[in-house]
């Protein structure tokens, strides 16, 4: 069973920095790897994705020009680098193997998720 890991939550505080590292084992199956958050209370939403092959980036416009998505082929890992935080920024932190459809941006495209990691946002 592939499952893809997350490192590098942890507790910040506003205006911080943080850098979440995904470990995608297999990515032959899959063409890309997404970041998702979930609040507590709240629906898991998209934050960000990346291609394989071209390193096509797509963003939510909440972290748009704070986050930047990038990843390392021959490591097969796609790090997360989060800057200017916010306590609206805290979430349990999932990455995925993007394997059908063409949006990059809805769960049901993803598959093989992490465990999450817990990124915490303090005012």
């Known amino acids: 069973q592939v499952q893809l890991v997350e490192s590098g939550g942890g507790l910040v505080q506003a205006g911080g920095s943080l850098r979440l590292s995904c470990l995608a084992p297999?990515?032959?199956?899959?063409?890309?790897v997404g970041w998702f958050r979930q609040a507590p209370g709240k629906e898991r939403e998209f934050v960000a994705s990346?291609?394989?092959?071209?390193?096509?980036?797509y963003y939510t416009d909440s972290v748009k020009g704070r986050f930047a998505i990038a990843r390392d082929n021959a490591k097969n890992m796609v790090y997360l680098q989060m800057n200017s935080l916010k306590p609206e920024d805290t979430a349990v932190y999932y990455c995925?193997?993007?394997?059908?459809?063409?949006?990059?941006?809805?769960?049901?495209?993803?598959?093989?998720w992490g465990q999450g990691t817990q990124v915490t946002v303090s005012s």
């Open positions: 990346i291609t394989w092959n071209i390193g096509r980036t």
């Open positions: 995925a193997a993007h394997i059908r459809g063409s949006s990059w941006s809805l769960k049901w495209e993803y598959d093989y």
């Open positions: 297999g990515r032959t199956f899959s063409d890309g």
